[in-house]
């Protein structure tokens, strides 16, 4: 991992000084229309400004890991492309992102939790985690989701529509009501 040094975390300061100005923006921009994102936005920045981010336990992910970056081969092979953002995070940063496009899909059984818990259970038998921690870390990961990522696809909607925006925004709120930050 010594080579991946550059994938070091943002600076805390960059990244939450960012969420506070495209908050401003979005208020202006969306006004009541995405009300309660724009609560969760802000609970986020808030939770994110407290958290220590030294204590928690990272790894390579891919950070746009969405069904827009993942294929299917002929022979049923799941083939995931697009790393050029790869980065040192919490590992449940990726599923949080692919969670905010397909939680809601009706082709998915599960619900936030078992999906969490099903992880939870994979992921402990590699590494020393706690459950405690993995929430904490589940919170941290859809906290950071939000203040960097689905911000800049609002933004960036007032120029280019993107569909996937109301899906997002449910699943973010979903996740956030379940990890105590709506």
Known sequence: LSSFKEFAYSPKEDYLNLAKDSLKVLEDEYGNKYQDFL????NCIHFLSETDESSLKVCIIHNDFNP?????SHDDQVIVYDFELARKDVAQRDIIEFLSF???SSNLSLNFNEISNEYLRLFSKKSNIESDQWDNHFKFALAKYIATRVNLYLLGNKITRYSFIPTVIK????????LGLC
Do not use: P
């Open 68 to 72: 827009r970056n993942i294929a299917i």
């Open 171 to 178: 699943n973010c709120l979903t996740m956030g009501k379940e």
């Open 102 to 104: 397909v939680l809601s």
């Open 39 to 42: 609560i969760l936005l802000n």
